[in-house]
């Protein structure tokens, strides 16, 4: 019998890639939202969203088996929700949110990992006071800031000096609303403890920066058992905060590697999180041989589903699909047609500026041909503005993503070189 599985903001590329998963043959799926509701905006009415998908699953004629997604807010925290309600395998929402709430988060990683935790404390972006309250919870320069909820690198700020905090404040002031307000919408649902549900989606992180060799684990929990089965390198550009690539697999050393997931098996299990992907990331000092848990991620890496099936023979969508049905994930290991692959972000980094020329579709199709199995991403369209790009870090822009794979790492970076040789991108009115 047909099972209908419905993909929150499903876009043609990933329904073609879903087709290529193990074990859909007798799988149908089903568009929920589309991808300008969920990711393409800077606005996001949960309510409202969550009374769509609603209506559109209510008027189904036919079995609603899994209800899956591979993005990020407010995909990841509207999932739970629907599964809750449809009857469809998925982790509780407070589980959920013992990940996504960053403060929740820290407290609940300080309780069972406390060697791998930052110093860290919540403040108000909206207290005049707030840094010298950050000062009494003993942070002192350098710390980093972000949103409680953040989604990738967000209104994250490496806060240096007092002039760095009064910048990234006039920033959070301006922007966290379009965080904050989707995601209290999240936390009335929940049942939160009291101290947790007093730090509202408009609060902030400080943290004590930490760093090192930066990677991603990716994993997943089911009945129970929690699995890691990848770690892709986050390579970033010299001297920055912003990341150059995403490499797949990792270079650390094996043993690092299986510290990590040890860490992330103790921390999943204790969190109680269930039936759903995670990623985790995770610095190395390699110096003092000291590994940091940076953050968790309540979902599979859309920026990896290339990666995996270059190396391991299919998309890790394998994994949330399984999960949603119910079933174990039949994730392979290297049966891909690479040894190594993938994602690069060609940057810029102006403050903002206009976009006075683009590639084309025709010079990017010739880009991508330039290395077999190469596929390009160019997010700019002539005239429009830098700052009307959604979910950027602070620093830059990321004009394009490139997915490629190779047979080494040095291999691959050359190709790299070779394709964005052919891709022109010029600029006016650039702020610096």
């Not at 606005?43 to 899956?68: K, Q, R, Y």
Request: hydrophobic share 40%; proline share 5%; glycine share 6%.
């Amino acid at each position: 019998m047909t099972k209908n599985v419905f993909v929150v903001g499903l876009n043609d590329y990933n329904a073609e890639r879903l087709k290529r998963l193990r074990g859909v043959e007798d799988v149908t799926f089903h568009p929920l939202l589309t991808p300008a509701q969920v990711y393409e905006t800077q606005e996001f009415d949960i309510p409202a969203m969550l009374a769509e998908a609603e209506a559109t699953l209510d008027a189904f004629d036919g079995s609603i088996d899994a209800i899956v997604g591979y993005m990020d807010f407010p995909v990841s925290t509207m999932l739970p929700l629907l599964s809750a309600k449809y009857g469809t395998p998925n982790t509780s929402l407070e589980s959920l949110l013992k990940c996504e709430h960053k403060f929740w988060s820290r407290s609940v990683m300080a309780e069972v990992i406390p060697d791998h935790v930052p110093a860290f404390t919540a403040f108000d972006p909206f207290d005049d006071d707030a840094l010298s309250k950050i000062g009494e919870a003993n942070l002192r320069f350098p710390f980093f800031v972000k949103p409680i909820k953040s989604s990738g690198s967000r209104l994250g700020f490496r806060i240096d000096s007092p002039e760095d905090f009064d910048y990234a404040i006039e920033k959070l002031r301006a922007e966290i609303g379009q965080i904050s307000e989707p995601f209290n919408a999240v936390l009335d649902k929940a049942d939160l403890p009291d101290d947790i549900r007093a730090i509202e989606g408009h609060y902030c992180m400080a943290e004590r920066v930490i760093g090192g060799r930066q990677c991603t684990v990716e994993g997943y929990v089911h009945d129970g058992e929690v699995t890691c089965y990848g770690t892709v390198d986050s390579i970033r550009y010299p001297q920055v905060l912003s990341f150059f690539y995403y490499l797949y697999p990792s270079a650390l050393p094996r043993r690092v590697q299986d510290q990590m997931w040890e860490i992330s098996q103790k921390v999943m299990a204790h969190i109680g999180y269930d039936n759903a992907a995670f990623n985790i990331e995770y610095f190395w000092d390699e110096v003092d041989n000291q590994i940091w848990l940076l953050e968790i991620n309540t979902r599979i890496a859309q920026s990896h589903c290339d990666l995996f099936e270059t190396v391991d023979g299919v998309s890790h969508q394998q994994v949330a699909v399984d999960l949603g049905l119910g079933r174990k994930p039949d994730m392979p290991r290297s049966q891909g047609t690479q040894n190594v692959a993938a994602e690069f972000f060609y940057r810029v980094f102006f403050s903002d500026a206009t976009v006075a020329r683009a590639p084309s579709r025709a010079e990017v199709e010739v880009a991508a041909e330039q290395v077999e199995g190469t596929r390009i991403v160019s997010n700019l369209t002539k005239g429009m503005k830098l700052s009307e790009l959604p979910e950027q870090d602070a620093y830059s822009y990321a004009v394009a993503s490139l997915w490629m794979g190779a047979s080494t790492t040095s291999k691959l970076l050359w190709n790299y070189e070779q394709v964005m040789k052919r891709l022109n991108y010029e600029f006016t009115d650039i702020v610096d």
